[in-house]
Structure formats: structure tokens, C-alpha cells
């Protein structure tokens, strides 16, 4: 299979955006490299900048391992990524508000309406009500591949909770710290203005002048509590948690040691069923009583809205380059990923007959949990999916297995390409916008395609570098 | 500030003092038992930790006999105690995690960095890393915190629950460990001037674990006896580890937090200060020295409940 390195063209020579990262690289003395990558670790450890895996009893925080050799997109190639992410989030964004009042695009038959309506992520609570500005993903977080020819393809979008920007953040400023030299011999564009942008499409999402912003956490035991805390605190609001919050007379407010005082906008990193346990799971701890009843009231925004899920599911992916056609009648600026649908019995038939070459996906599963890629897997592994396949079709999603570009990497054995994708977040306010980058992500196993931090993944900075 | 962000700060704080008053309970333990004493190898002196703090219940359930090395791991790393001074830095560090977020991050990575030492600490044991080295150490951790926080952290609410966290804890501690070194004194104390050799190695060994030895030697000029140790530990108010300095910045800081609902918190404080502002050493003698500082402990105790209540709990 071809693959595209994101370094070496296909003669193997450097390519011009990464020629004078080349030549330093060249340069300095493989030990100093060594040494600069454990500094890395040891001031990483030492910040807390950690997750947690669900399922580890213990808790235990683990790194995220970072790679010191940055990934890196010239100028003029990332102003078609930014163009076609603004378009690709404002049609979703569009979709939203569509589905949840007049249901053109069902009407005018380009999405089958079961696709939509008996999806989970659809929330009939959100039905006719207006959001200020018609806007649902304040956030989302676009997950972007290279294939071997060099194209980038959507490979989801993320419009509930979308995590990882802390670390893009971090990696910036971990290679700004280890290496400064890198960043005076040549010009890579800035992102540590990402929370102030953030904190203003927060603001803009409410009708008051100057809303009381708050980050809403499940706690210091979920994996991105660190990012959590770290949002919070670049852009001077407060952490809360559930409980630190309680609605009265349709009215949130928050628990200060001043007394009550009122929230307007709760950026909220917690899932849509533990929200609110007067509407959706009763069991839900980490949630407010009746903050759905104040939402409805329109007394409090809550980024993202409820009921996004519905526009992220992998179900849904198909359509997205219809909606963008459908509703800006623009042509897509960013191809999605061909993809079969395995509800679909002729797509069925084609992906059991095709198992050990694709990639199989939950339709409403995240982190990299259950799903297959073909070729990595066993053929006990294939033959176990193949029965999931079977008795709940409807559930999967099938892809070809794109060859992931790759970027020189770390490794144990020296400097080896490894798989990578690239994540922006794109925030939607009085403006859809996004910093220059992302968060790469890099799979550090050799051939692995699984970038996921749950799956042994790392983390490279992105550097967006001007001609 | 939230409710839960500052009771997240304060007992940060208190367990950080707390981490700091146990090495120094220790400490004071440990050097007075390598002194040639009863005959008993000093299990007498190491024992005192355990009882200040009320483990010793627990450590006899555990482990039955009084034995060195078992009382010191119990005390300081044992992971199973939960009032070992591992313990105690576990919910310090824990605390700041729930608040990283109000906490600059040159407090953050101080504490964390501790953290992670003392799990080294741990799994290398006490006998290789040293008692003595161990104490120090922790007392340096609890150091550099203090100083990251008055260096870097706005003088906000956060600082000032921060503060109370420390002197509510402090005034406790001090109270106790003049406590338990006059209850061992046994009947030597009857008499305040009291200045047997062995009377002299231990009010020493108190003020050097609170730091306020080259305080006493400045102020009275003499060998530390009772009265003396008490007055300079009970109600000097310049001594930092004092009961009277512990309660006058308290009432400072209540006096300084935004929000009426501290009154309870305020009054107690403010009348708690007062009150030792115009006691003499003589009225605490006749009184009697430990009904004295029972007494003490437990409105020290009633002034934290009251803080609980007015700020940390608040609806």
C-alpha cells in the first residue's frame, strides 16, 4: 500500500517545510535529544499533565507519551484544512438546527428520517427550542487522515465533548521550552490564544453582555480531568462540578462561599445523560437536578447543546458532505471517507465478504473501544466481529483501511515512521473559527493505526509553517 | 469562590501542616529516644506519637506489642493507617488536584513533586532513607509549599482560606504536643520550675520541634522549664507557633473574607484571640495545664466546625 510521509517525499528527500527542522535535526547530537526527551517526561510527570483509563481500578494517572519531533503542514496546505473545517462544522451546525425544528433535509429526502429520529443521540427534549445564535457545537474537535496519494479525509466529527486540546497546548509549550532555537530560524504560527478564543465563543453564545462562564467536570477521576481544570483555569473561570451547582426558580447558581450567585454559561464536559437526572439517567451523581427544565427556560447555555450525538454518529458521517451541498450549496472543501453502511444489506454483503481489509466501527463508539481494523487482526478476531456484524448490523459502520500517513518518530530502535492523524477544534460563536493546528495524534506501536491515547497512543506538536 | 474550591484549599493546607507537625511530632520523639532513659529503648518516647494522635488504639489491633520499627512505619508510611503522614500527604496532594485549577501551577508541581518523592520513600522504607533525613525532608516539602504559595498565589480568597487551613491546624498541634509533653513529664511538672536534667532534654526537644527554641533562648535566657515553655508556646504573640499567634491571624484573615455569612466563624475567633490576648501564665497554672489546653483544643476545634459551617458547606 502507498503511504505518504509527512517528512520524505516519495524519492525520499526532505520535504521544503520540514528543511530546516531536517537540518537542525542533523545537527544536534542524538544524546541531547535523548536527554531533552526525558526532561520532557520528567516536567510532564511533574505537571500532572496525565489521564486516567477507564476500567483501571487503581486510577492510576499515566503520561501520555510525547514525541519531540513535531508534525508539520506548510501554510497553504493547512488554509484548505481551516476553510473546509469552517464549512464542514457550520453545515453541521446548520443540520442540527434543522432536525430539531423544521426537518428540511429529511423532508427533502437526502437523509432517510429513521436515520435521524431513532437515533440515540437525537433528543427529543431539544425539539423547538431556539439557541442563541443557532448554534449547538460550540466546540468540535474534526478528525482528519492523510491517505497514500497525500489527500486528507474526515475520518469523524466530534460535537459533544471533543478532548485533547490541553495537549496540544502542552506540546506547544514543551517544545517552545526545550527548544526554543526551532521556533526563532523559522515562522510557526501561534496557538496559545486558543482559551481566549474559546472563552469568547463561550461569551457570544449567550444573549447577556457579560455571562457568568463556568467549566463543568465530572470530577477529578475522569481521564480529562487534567484538561478540564486546565481550560478552566486559562480562561479565569471556575471548575464546578455538579454538585457546586443548584437550580432554583428555572435559575442556576452556583454554591460560593459569598453565598449563591448565578451561572449563565456552563461549558459542560460531561455527557448528555448524566446532565440532568431529573431527565435523563436517575442514577447520574455527577449532574444537576432541573438544569434541563432552566436550559428549556433559556436561562443557561450549555456548550455543546444537548443532543449533538446525533450529527457525530457514525451513522450519520455518510451524509455530512450532502449536508454541506444541501444547505451552504457549496461543494465540499474535505472528502469524507468512503463508507459502507452496514444497515444497508448490500453493504452488509460487501463488508462480511471484505472483513481482513477494512476497518469496522461502532456507530456510537468513541475512543477507539470496538472496533476492527482487518488487516492488524486476527482471524479469530474477525470471525468473533463477524458475529457482532451479523446480529446487529445496524450498529456498524465499514471504511477501507486508509494507510495513515506517517511522521518520524522516537522509538526505542532510533528515529521510525509511525501513523499519525490531526485533530483541530473548531469554535463556533459570533464567528466559526479555529487556532492554526491541532492535536496530532501518533500511534507509537510499529504499523499500528490506532492513534487513540486509550489505545497506547502519543502526542506530537503541530506546527503550521509559513512559506 | 465555590464552596467545594475552598474547602478543597483549606484542607490542603491543614493536611500539609498536618504532614509538617507529624515530622516534627516525630522528630522530637526519635532524637529523645536515642537518649539513655528508662531502660525500656525509648518505646516510651516512640510511643508518644501514637498516642497524640490517637493511633494507638489502632496500632495495637494491628500489630500488639510496642516495637520501634513497626511504631515508626505504622506512624509515617504505613499505608493502611489512615492517619500516617503518608496518609496525610496523599490528602494534601489529592485536595490540590481537585483545585489545581485555583492553585498556581508552581504550587501544583511543588506538591506533586512530593508526592511522587514520597511514594519513593515509601517503597525504599525507613530504615534506608533515615528518621531524622525523613523529617527533615518533609519539613522542607511543607517549606518550599508555604513559600510557593506566599511567593505566587493572589492574595485572594483562595490565600486566605489557604492561611486558615494552616493556622486552624497549627494551633491544634501546638496545643497537643505541649499537652503530651506535660502529661510524660508526669509528676516533675507538679513544680513549673522544675530543672532536672531529664526535664531539660525534653521542653528542649519541644521547642526544637516547633522551631521556637532560639526564641526561648532569646526571650528568657535560661534553661526552658514548664511555665516558661507554655508561656512562650501558649501566648507569645510573636512566636509563630504559637496558640496567640496562630489565633491572631486567624482573626485577622475571618475579619477579611467577603460575604456576611461568617459571623459564627468571626466571633469565635475574635473572642478566642481576646481571650488569650489578656491571659497570664499564672491564671493557665492555676487553672491547671491540662485542663487548660483541653480546654483550648476544643474551642480551637469549635472554631473549625465554624469555618466548616459558614464557608465550606454553605447551600
Request: charge should be negative; glycine fraction near 6%.
Amino acid at each position: 500500500m502507498k503511504m505518504y510521509d509527512e517528512m520524505y517525499d516519495e524519492h525520499g528527500d526532505c520535504r521544503p517545510h520540514y528543511r530546516a527542522f531536517a537540518e537542525w535535526l542533523a545537527q544536534t547530537p542524538k544524546e541531547l535529544l535523548a536527554q531533552r526527551q526525558r526532561e520532557a517526561d520528567l516536567l510532564f510527570h511533574r505537571a500532572g499533565i496525565t489521564f486516567t483509563l477507564y476500567g483501571d481500578k487503581q486510577g492510576t494517572e499515566r503520561l501520555i507519551p510525547f514525541d519531540t519531533i513535531p508534525r508539520s503542514i506548510p501554510a497553504r496546505e493547512w488554509r484548505t484544512i481551516e476553510a473546509g473545517c469552517i464549512q464542514r462544522v457550520q453545515a453541521l451546525n446548520l443540520f442540527l438546527a434543522d432536525i430539531y425544528h423544521e426537518q428540511r433535509i429529511l423532508k427533502a429526502g437526502v437523509i432517510p428520517p429513521e436515520q435521524v429520529l431513532a437515533n440515540e443521540g437525537y433528543q427529543l427534549a431539544m425539539s423547538g427550542l431556539d439557541l442563541h445564535r443557532g448554534i449547538y457545537a460550540h466546540i468540535a474537535g474534526v478528525d482528519l487522515v492523510r491517505d497514500g496519494d497525500g489527500t486528507f479525509y474526515v475520518l469523524e466529527d466530534n460535537l459533544r465533548t471533543p478532548s485533547g486540546v490541553s495537549y496540544m497546548l502542552e506540546d506547544r509549550k514543551m517544545m517552545m521550552r526545550l527548544f526554543p532555537e526551532l521556533f526563532a530560524s523559522q515562522r510557526i504560527a501561534p496557538i496559545g490564544h486558543y482559551p481566549n478564543l474559546l472563552l469568547e465563543a463561550l461569551k457570544s453564545s449567550s444573549p447577556l453582555d457579560n455571562p457568568s462562564v463556568v467549566v463543568l467536570t465530572p470530577g477529578r477521576f475522569n481521564s480529562a480531568y487534567f484538561e478540564h481544570a486546565f481550560l478552566a483555569r486559562e480562561m479565569g473561570v471556575e471548575l464546578v462540578e455538579g454538585a457546586d451547582l443548584f437550580v432554583r426558580d428555572e435559575r442556576v447558581f452556583m454554591r460560593t462561599t459569598a453565598g449563591a450567585k448565578p451561572v449563565d454559561v456552563i461549558y459542560r464536559r460531561l455527557d448528555d445523560a448524566f446532565l440532568d437526572p431529573l431527565a435523563f439517567n436517575p442514577d447520574s451523581m455527577l449532574g444537576v437536578p432541573g438544569l434541563l427544565a432552566a436550559y428549556r427556560s433559556g436561562n443557561v447555555v450549555l456548550a455543546n447543546a444537548i443532543g449533538t450525538g446525533v450529527a457525530d454518529d457514525k451513522s450519520i458521517y455518510p451524509y455530512v458532505t450532502d449536508m454541506i451541498r444541501f444547505y451552504l450549496d457549496e461543494e465540499p472543501i474535505l472528502q469524507n471517507v468512503p463508507t459502507w453502511q452496514c444497515r444497508k444489506p448490500q453493504d452488509l454483503s460487501h463488508v462480511l465478504a471484505h472483513l481482513p481489509e477494512l476497518v469496522v466501527k461502532e456507530t456510537q463508539g468513541s475512543g477507539g473501544y470496538g472496533m476492527l481494523v482487518g488487516p492488524a487482526a486476527s482471524q479469530a478476531e474477525i470471525e468473533s466481529f463477524r458475529e457482532r456484524l451479523k446480529a446487529r448490523p445496524e450498529a456498524y459502520i465499514a471504511q477501507p483501511t486508509l494507510s495513515l500517513s506517517t511522521c518520524p518518530t522516537f522509538v526505542e530502535s532510533g528515529i521510525a515512521p509511525r501513523h499519525i492523524d490531526l485533530r483541530p477544534f473548531v469554535l463556533s460563536g459570533r464567528e466559526t473559527r479555529l487556532v492554526p493546528g491541532g492535536l496530532t495524534r501518533v500511534a507509537l506501536r510499529e504499523g499500528s493505526l490506532v492513534v487513540n491515547s486509550s489505545q497506547g497512543g502519543g502526542t506530537k506538536d503541530t506546527w503550521i509553517v509559513e512559506d | 469562590m465555590l464552596s467545594r474550591t475552598a474547602a478543597d484549599l483549606y484542607w490542603m493546607s491543614r493536611y500539609m501542616e498536618r504532614a509538617e507537625n507529624l515530622a516534627r511530632m516525630l522528630d522530637v520523639s526519635y532524637s529523645l529516644s536515642l537518649m539513655p532513659q528508662d531502660g525500656r529503648d525509648g518505646l516510651d518516647e516512640l510511643a508518644m506519637p501514637l498516642l497524640i494522635t490517637g493511633t494507638m488504639e489502632d496500632y495495637r489491633a494491628r500489630h500488639g506489642e510496642l516495637d520501634a520499627k513497626r511504631m515508626l512505619h505504622f506512624f509515617a508510611l504505613d499505608e493502611s493507617n489512615v492517619a500516617s503522614l503518608y496518609n496525610c500527604m496523599a490528602a494534601a496532594r489529592s485536595n490540590a488536584h481537585a483545585v489545581r485549577g485555583r492553585i498556581t501551577s508552581d504550587m501544583w508541581e511543588n506538591l506533586n513533586a512530593f508526592w511522587l518523592e514520597m511514594r519513593d520513600i515509601a517503597a525504599q522504607g525507613l530504615d534506608r532513607y533515615g528518621i531524622s533525613r525523613f523529617c527533615e525532608w518533609v519539613k522542607q516539602c511543607s517549606h518550599l509549599f508555604r513559600g510557593a504559595t506566599v511567593g505566587t498565589l493572589m492574595r485572594s480568597d483562595a490565600y486566605r482560606f489557604i492561611r486558615l487551613g494552616t493556622f486552624v491546624e497549627r494551633a491544634d498541634n501546638t496545643l497537643r504536643l505541649l499537652d503530651a509533653r506535660y502529661e510524660l513529664l508526669g509528676e516533675d511538672s507538679d513544680d513549673p520550675n522544675d530543672a532536672s536534667a531529664r526535664a531539660y532534654y525534653q521542653w528542649s526537644a519541644l521547642l526544637r520541634a516547633l522551631s521556637a527554641f532560639e526564641a526561648f533562648a532569646e526571650i528568657y535566657r535560661g534553661s526552658p522549664r514548664a511555665g516558661k515553655v507554655a508561656e512562650l508556646l501558649l501566648l507569645n504573640p510573636e512566636v509563630p507557633r504559637s496558640l496567640r499567634a496562630c489565633l491572631t491571624e486567624l482573626q485577622q484573615i475571618l475579619a477579611s473574607l467577603t460575604g456576611d455569612n461568617g459571623r459564627p466563624a468571626q466571633r469565635l475567633a475574635a473572642e478566642l484571640e481576646a481571650g488569650l490576648r489578656y491571659t497570664s501564665i499564672d491564671e493557665v497554672l492555676e487553672t491547671g495545664m491540662h485542663a487548660w489546653i483541653a480546654e483550648h483544643i476544643e474551642r480551637v476545634n469549635q472554631l473549625g466546625h465554624a469555618i466548616q459551617q459558614s464557608y465550606l458547606e454553605v447551600a
